[in-house]
């Protein structure tokens, strides 16, 4: 029976998460509270720095201080890295990744006083990654895979776990890396490294993939479980695009090329995988793992016959992933992940002085679905913020932007909402028992980590959730799960005979989603929002002059 803070702080995304007797109880992300999206930058001198709000928020939130962690398990393992090297400056500082790391129970102790220093654990990075999925996952044995950028001195790890416990069955040591060719792709193409991937997925759809055949010679599985990236000239490929350059079609061959050849090498590092432990499913987990359509191709041209992803597949992901490895280690049960609704929550009596100090008119309306059905049905733009708040980057009903998925000019509306792209598509909500008659695929999906064909039929009263080659993004939801946000699909349908709607997460430009009351208020107040359902309350769009 142990107490276990998971954390991650070594790249970006720094997390916290709670594991209390085999149970998740709490997870969040740094950023969430500092507001600076992936809450640092990922460079050797940001290191240091822990993730020690939301850590702190961990512990307060279940009564604890530090005094009474058994462990605190941090995600990378300063024993597998590199040793520095004499000239700390050799490798643009790398070393002093590692020196930071070795010194981060000193950190953690000083971010959260009271905490005893020993009882930090390192959990190798990809290990944690592992664990946040087959130890997450429903079910028991389990093959796995992590797809990711770099931990230690590795880029992916395949395995299988049973009971409990990995059996590594391959690696793949840098520099070869899916996920460091993708975030290379991402910056080639004017997008941010590290952070703007799903950009480039998204850009993929309108592009073909004429580049393909270089990519297969110079990326390639080598019939052991791991592959080769051999280093490629981008600028032979395609021009550079400068940021906020017009993206041109060139830009765009080049990421579907890319992402056709990621999917391609998944499918046969999946093989390799399921040839040796003939398993069901496969579980996975990394940042590469957040690339659902890859998922998607994995999942319906791949050998397993299930393919489940950790919601927090990225590096926070692992702040879980190390606490549960560490709460299996010290004896616990472990029990799987059942929500990514993790984070925090406010009473209605917290959130109703929120609005009163905010001096806003609200209502409390009996039938709240039924409010903001009728909303959405007028065509309102409806900032959703109800219960916990999400572990990992996808809004999934609790932090959401919502609107009429009938009107096409709703995903301008929203992406100017948002002051994103307008190549960015936005995802359909729709009640888990309905999804097989409107979306292909995967299904249920409650993690929104799956692309999906949606039916002809359909392409047509939906279109503003339909991407350019005819897929979405769903998210199922379940009525015991999420009984309210059912009750709003509901009413829509009654009133417009649609049961779904656009989800997009709550959030503006450049900024992590929303998290507590006073980002809803701002976020509601700096765009044209024209409803927020904050908890039982509704606050009203006033318009004070004409629209321009
Ligand atoms: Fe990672």
Request: glycine share 8%; charged share 25%; hydrophobic share 40%.
């Amino acid at each position: 029976m142990a107490t276990v803070l998971g954390i991650n702080a070594v790249f970006h995304d720094p997390a916290a998460a709670l594991v209390v007797d085999g149970r998740i109880v709490a997870a969040a992300e740094e950023e969430r509270f500092t507001r600076r999206k992936h809450g640092k930058t990922p460079v050797p001198f940001s290191t240091w720095e822990v993730p020690e709000l939301a850590a702190g928020w961990c512990l307060s939130e279940h009564g604890l201080t530090p005094s009474d962690l058994d462990a605190v398990a941090y995600s990378y393992d300063p024993e597998l890295a590199p040793d520095p090297c004499p000239d700390i400056t050799a490798d643009g500082w790398e070393g002093l990744r590692t020196l930071f790391v070795r010194r981060a129970p000193l950190f953690l102790a000083s971010a959260l006083p009271g905490l005893d220093p020993s009882v930090v654990r390192f959990v190798p990075h990809h290990v944690a990654h592992a664990a946040s999925a087959y130890l997450a996952a429903p079910g028991d044995a389990t093959s796995v895979m992590v797809l990711d950028g770099r931990g230690e001195q590795a880029s992916y790890l395949a395995g299988r776990a049973e009971g409990g416990e990995l059996e590594i069955l391959a690696d793949q040591r840098l520099p070869h890396s899916l996920g460091l060719l993708y975030e290379e792709v991402t910056e080639h193409l004017g997008f941010r490294r590290s952070s703007d991937e799903y950009k480039v997925m998204a850009l993929a759809s309108y592009g073909s993939p004429r580049f393909l055949q270089r990519l297969r010679r110079a990326v390639r599985t080598d019939g052991e479980g791991g592959f080769v990236v051999d280093p490629i000239d981008l600028d032979e490929l395609v021009a550079p695009r400068r940021v906020g350059a017009p993206i041109d079609p060139h830009h765009a061959d080049l990421a579907a090329s890319v992402q056709r050849r990621l999917e391609e090498i998944l499918l046969e590092l999946a093989r390799w995988l399921h040839g040796r432990t003939g398993d069901r499913s496969v579980a996975l987990a990394g940042g590469v793992a957040l690339n659902c359509v890859a998922n998607q191709r994995l999942a319906t041209s791949g050998p397993f016959e299930t393919v489940w992803v950790q919601p927090a597949a990225g590096d926070a992901g692992t702040a879980l992933g190390a606490a549960l490895h560490t709460a299996h280690a010290l004896g616990d049960d472990v029990r799987p992940m059942t929500t990514a609704a993790l984070g925090r929550q406010w009473g209605d009596d917290e959130l109703e002085r929120w609005l009163q100090t905010a001096r806003l008119d609200y209502e409390r309306p009996s039938d709240l679905a039924g409010a903001v059905a009728d909303a959405l049905a007028d065509d309102g733009i409806v900032a959703w913020f109800q219960g916990r708040s999400e572990f990992g980057p996808r809004a999934l009903g609790h932090r959401s932007l919502l609107a009429d998925p009938r009107r096409p000019e709703n995903l301008e509306r929203l992406n100017d909402i948002k002051g994103r792209e307008q190549f960015r598509p936005v995802a359909p909500m729709v009640l888990a028992e309905r999804a097989s008659e409107i979306f292909d695929g995967v299904l249920p999906s409650p993690y929104m980590l799956f692309v999906h064909d949606v039916r002809h039929e359909w392409r047509y009263r939906i279109p503003s959730v339909v991407h350019v080659d005819g897929t979405a993004r769903v998210q199922t939801v379940d009525r015991a799960e999420e009984p309210l946000m059912a009750a709003v699909l509901e009413g829509f349908e009654q009133r417009t005979g649609v049961p779904v709607v656009v989800n997009t997460s709550l959030n503006t430009a450049g900024r992590p989603m929303v998290d507590d009351p006073r980002d809803a208020l701002e976020c509601f107040g700096s765009g044209p929002v024209d409803l927020l359902a904050l908890g039982p309350f509704l606050v009203r769009r006033a318009w004070t002059g004409a629209q321009p």
